[in-house]
Structure formats: structure tokens, C-alpha cells
Nanobody
């Protein structure tokens, strides 16, 4: 069974930094794209950043230049380094990964972690 465990959320002042981690574990054959999403109260879930197994990266326009996604394939972990945080970055952040096991290939989701940026 595959699990994604997210850590690193919290409360930070505007202009500060946080790093989120998402570690995948279980009987995996391959991990393809890994993604970070966020959802603010009353808003739809938003794709924040994605990194493919080949290292291609894309960001939402709202976080370009401030957030950095990276992955450590040896640890099956994806990170989101968030700098110059703004109050509008306040949301629950989720990770997701496209993972193949011996029997299937599917999207798996981690639990959300709250990021709150105070002004």
C-alpha cells in the first residue's frame, strides 16, 4: 500500500520561508510526476508546482520566483521551498504523485498541511 506523508506546514510572518516535504512509501515500482496543490478557504484547489521524473518543472504564475519544487528520488520525497511568503499563500497544501505499483498506476495523495502567513 502506498502512502504519502506531508510535513512542514505552520505559521509564518509575511516575507518568511517554509519548506514542505512529502515522502512516499510502500510497494512502488516507479514514481512519475510529483505535484503540490493548495486550497484556500472558499477557493478551488490550485496546482502550485509539478516536477516530473525527468526533472521538468512548472509553477503556477502566482508562485514563480518565490517557490522551488525539488525531489530526492533516493528518498522518494518531494519538497516545496517557499520564500517571500505572502498572506495570500495561506492555504492547506497537499502533495500528489503519479505512482506505479506492481498492479496499477494511479494518483496518490498526501494529507494536507496548513500554511498560514500573517501580515
Amino acid at each position: 500500500q502506498v502512502q504519502l506523508v506531508v510535513s512542514g506546514g505552520g505559521l509564518v510572518q509575511a516575507g518568511g520561508s517554509l519548506t514542505l516535504s512529502c515522502a512516499a512509501s510502500g510497494s512502488m515500482v516507479n514514481i512519475y510526476a510529483m505535484r503540490w496543490y493548495r486550497q484556500a478557504p472558499g477557493r478551488q484547489r490550485e496546482l502550485v508546482a509539478v516536477i516530473t521524473s525527468g526533472g521538468s518543472i512548472n509553477y503556477a504564475d502566482s508562485v514563480k520566483g518565490r517557490f522551488t519544487i525539488s525531489r530526492d528520488s533516493a528518498k522518494n520525497t518531494v519538497y516545496l521551498q517557499m520564500n517571500s511568503l505572502k498572506p495570500e499563500d495561506t492555504a492547506v497544501y497537499y502533495c500528489a504523485a503519479d505512482i506505479a505499483t506492481l498492479v496499477t498506476r494511479s494518483d496518490y495523495w498526501g494529507q494536507g498541511t496548513q500554511v498560514t502567513v500573517s501580515s
